[in-house]
């Protein structure tokens, strides 16, 4: 059970270019979400999906695209990279019952645009 | 908006002692509440949470505390040690589906 996984872990941009942050999950959780944390700061949540084929936006979604074909993968996909977007993304899943669930956190990936 | 927000920026204890963190949350309507520890470089860990309907929780060294007439979250860990520097983020999990919402954070240093 490798829990919430996050590829790249580190990446590079250049202003305008594109690029998909990759989230895996196999713990069979409805709910998948997408953060990002800027030094000193708590997360904030860019997008979020309840299961495959629904997702909804945060509270700062834009700039950024996402889809949900599957109920284990969540990409995050940056259309025209902006150096406002250089922060660290934490992809996150749960399960959602009837009750607040707790939700697991990958890794993360760390995005420095130029 | 609704915010989630904490006190005190940095906290220094030695270590053997109790840390006390705090945070305050505005949204009088919240249910469900998270601490998660984040070390340098990942992801943010659970450590406990505290429904809306309990005014305590204890876990091993850790213990939540909640006051809704205040609006006020507490996370104490017992017997402080080196392993236990990190950053601690308090969220609330509110009425809209399974969204949380951060604090800023506070930085949890134990000294030897």
Known sequence: ?114 | GESVGLHLPTLSVQEGDNSIINCAYSNSASDYFIWYKQESGKGPQFIIDIRSNMDKRQGQRVTVLLNKTVKHLSLQIAATQPGDSAVYFCAENGAAGNKLTFGGGTRVLVKP
């Open chain 1, 1 to 114: 059970n490798a829990g919430v996984t996050q590829t790249p872990k580190f990446q590079v941009l250049k202003t305008g270019q594109s690029m998909t942050l990759q989230c895996a999950q196999d713990m069979n959780h409805e709910y998948m979400s997408w953060y990002r944390q800027d030094p000193g700061m708590g997360l904030r949540l860019i997008h979020y999906s309840v299961g495959a084929g629904i997702t909804d936006q945060g509270e700062v979604p834009n700039g950024y695209n996402v889809s949900r074909s599957t109920t284990e993968d969540f990409p995050l996909r940056l259309l025209s990279a902006a150096p406002s977007q250089t922060s660290v993304y934490f992809c996150a899943s749960s399960y959602l019952t009837g009750h607040r669930e707790t939700q697991y956190f990958g890794p993360g990936t760390r995005l420095l645009v130029l």
